[in-house]
């Protein structure tokens, strides 16, 4: 006959390794991923002239720190990623998506050719993203979203700088919440493609 004081410590054992065992197969909290950079819709179709200038696009340079599917969140000296958000691809991937469906929608006098085309080009337009983070005054604060992108267009062939201008958008969040923090990204990402292309369509002429 096996006592019940050896069945108590074999019991405890069980229960202790069925607890190990919900631990290790516990799975992390959620993520929700996002998207940014849509174009506006518009009622007016764009008309595009004649013979556009050809702009050919090199690829949208990123920081290392925000080039990836994670939301940067600054304060003061300090930085640290968003939790529970993540871009659905590299916002590196949707950038580039994003400039190209805003030139599609609202260029007049330019075509920009994408980096997978094999058409030659006037004129080339190079864009280096410097920031793309949300900016805390204090911690719990609704941040606002900082877009910074410095742009140049070049003369083709010899490639030399033909205009250059850096652009800056800040869009608050409405408040500390991952979905209004997404949609001020969203909005500033839009106003700072319209402006790249207006003055894109304004310079390369």
């Known amino acids: 006959m096996i006592r019940s004081s050896l069945i108590r410590p074999i019991m405890a054992t069980v229960a ?3 607890l190990s065992a919900c631990a290790l197969l516990s799975t992390p909290d ?3 991923t996002y998207r940014f950079g849509g174009v506006a819709a518009s009622s007016e179709a764009t008309s595009i002239v004649a013979s556009p200038t050809q702009v050919t696009l090199r ?3 990123f920081p290392e720190a925000v080039e990836g599917d994670k939301l940067l969140g600054v304060t003061g000296t300090e930085t640290a990623y968003i939790a529970g958000a993540r871009w659905v691809s ?8 994003s400039i190209q469906n805003a030139f599609a929608a609202q260029a007049t006098r330019v075509r920009l050719i994408g980096p997978r085309e094999l058409t030659p080009g006037e ?3 190079d864009i280096d993203i410097r920031s793309f983070e949300a900016r805390y005054d204090a911690p719990g604060m609704a941040p606002t979203i900082v877009v910074t992108a410095r742009a140049r267009l070049l003369a083709l062939p010899e490639r030399t700088v033909a205009a250059e201008r850096v652009f800056s958008v800040e869009q608050p969040a409405t ?7 997404v949609e001020a990204f969203d909005l500033a990402t839009r106003d700072l493609n319209t402006q790249i292309v207006a003055w894109t369509d304004a310079s390369a002429g």
């Open 16 to 18: 202790l390794m069925a």
């Open 30 to 32: 959620p993520v929700q």
């Open 59 to 61: 690829r949208v340079e």
């Open 90 to 97: 590299p916002a590196a991937d949707l950038y580039m998506e």
């Open 123 to 125: 004129r080339s337009l």
């Open 175 to 181: 408040a500390n919440r991952v979905s209004a923090i």
